[in-house]
């Protein structure tokens, strides 16, 4: 971890969003970082950002263990982050139904994490508010 130049490999980031989480503190800004730490996250209508998550730097990450990823290939982890952010590109963002924590769990999901493809923004959000720790 690098939290100076926020590069977080094989991680879930998460950032508070002015009002939003002050109201609600479980609701925050989610991205899924490569196996060198670049943040990408669904940051709007057809657009995914890359290192300059849409509410700032993180200020919690999930270290997620890569030896869990079950999908083929060459750097599996990478190509599903890629995969999901490129079918993202291509979406509206619906703060309630197709948002920046469905963008993570489309990740999650191509890759086959933990053997598992039944990823979804309610689990992210309440397994991220229980492993994730604090950046500083």
């Known amino acids: 971890m690098d939290s100076e130049r926020s590069r977080f490999p094989y991680c879930i980031v ?3 969003i002015p009002v939003l989480t002050w ?3 479980i609701i925050g800004h989610m991205g899924v970082c490569t196996s060198t730490g670049v943040i990408r996250d669904f940051a709007g209508p057809y657009f995914v950002s890359e290192d300059n998550m849409a509410f700032g730097k993180p200020t919690k990450y999930w270290k997620l263990d890569a030896d869990k990823v079950y999908a083929s ?16 590109k291509q979406r ?4 309630c ?6 963008h993570v769990a489309m990740a999650l999901n191509l890759m086959r994490y ?3 493809t039944s990823w979804n923004m309610v689990k992210l959000c309440f397994l991220c508010l229980v492993y994730s720790r604090y950046v500083r």
């Open 23 to 25: 109201l609600f503190p």
């Open 97 to 102: 139904c197709d948002n920046c924590h469905s």
């Open 73 to 88: 290939g060459p750097n599996a982890w990478d190509t599903s982050v890629n995969d999901a952010s490129e079918e993202y």
């Open 14 to 16: 998460w950032t508070p």
């Open 114 to 116: 933990d053997n598992c």
């Open 92 to 95: 509206m963002h619906n703060l």
